[in-house]
């Protein structure tokens, strides 16, 4: 085995991790998030996203990214391998469904969270406002992660 082979197996970890996170998410967080009065879901959230930058989440975020567009510029050399198709789109969800949706959707709704004083009056509208912009991107990032786990599970088995 090559070692496209081991970047693929830790990118396909990754993006398994990645996947449950935003799955989580999804399915149950917010929506526990959204029973508590606004005041505690903001401050809630803003913990949430300040600890998430400093833990474990941020190595496998990043290091998957990385390891994805190493995949996708590589799969470019590859691209008589069977595997090689199904590491590009992998790499391509990972990147674009991933990466680039968090930066230009979620960071910045985060940030203006941070921003947000969970006593204001407004809270109620602060908070509705987030969920109705980060859940649906959220949803996004799941499916990708998802979709990204499944093309480099096929890769692994056509290397």
Request: hydrophobic share 55%; glycine share 8%.
């Amino acid at each position: 085995m090559n070692s496209l082979y081991y970047v693929t197996f830790a990118t396909t970890l990754g993006s398994g991790l990645l996947a449950g996170v935003f799955f989580t998410f999804s399915t149950f967080v917010m929506t526990s998030l959204g029973r508590l009065p606004a005041e505690q879901s903001i401050s809630a959230m803003q913990s949430i996203n300040s600890t998430i930058l400093q833990s474990l989440f941020m190595l496998i975020f990043m290091g998957t990214t990385i390891l994805s567009v190493i995949l996708g510029i590589a799969s470019f050399f590859k691209m008589g391998n069977s595997s090689a198709v199904y590491v590009l789109i992998g790499s391509l969800f990972i990147i674009v469904g991933v990466f680039l949706v968090t930066v230009i959707f979620n960071v910045p709704l985060n940030d203006s969270l941070a921003a947000a004083n969970p006593g204001a009056a407004d809270g109620a509208q602060v908070w509705s406002d987030y969920v109705a912009g980060w859940v649906p991107w959220n949803h996004v990032r799941t499916i990708s992660s998802i979709a990204a786990l499944v093309s480099f599970m096929i890769a692994i088995r056509k290397w």
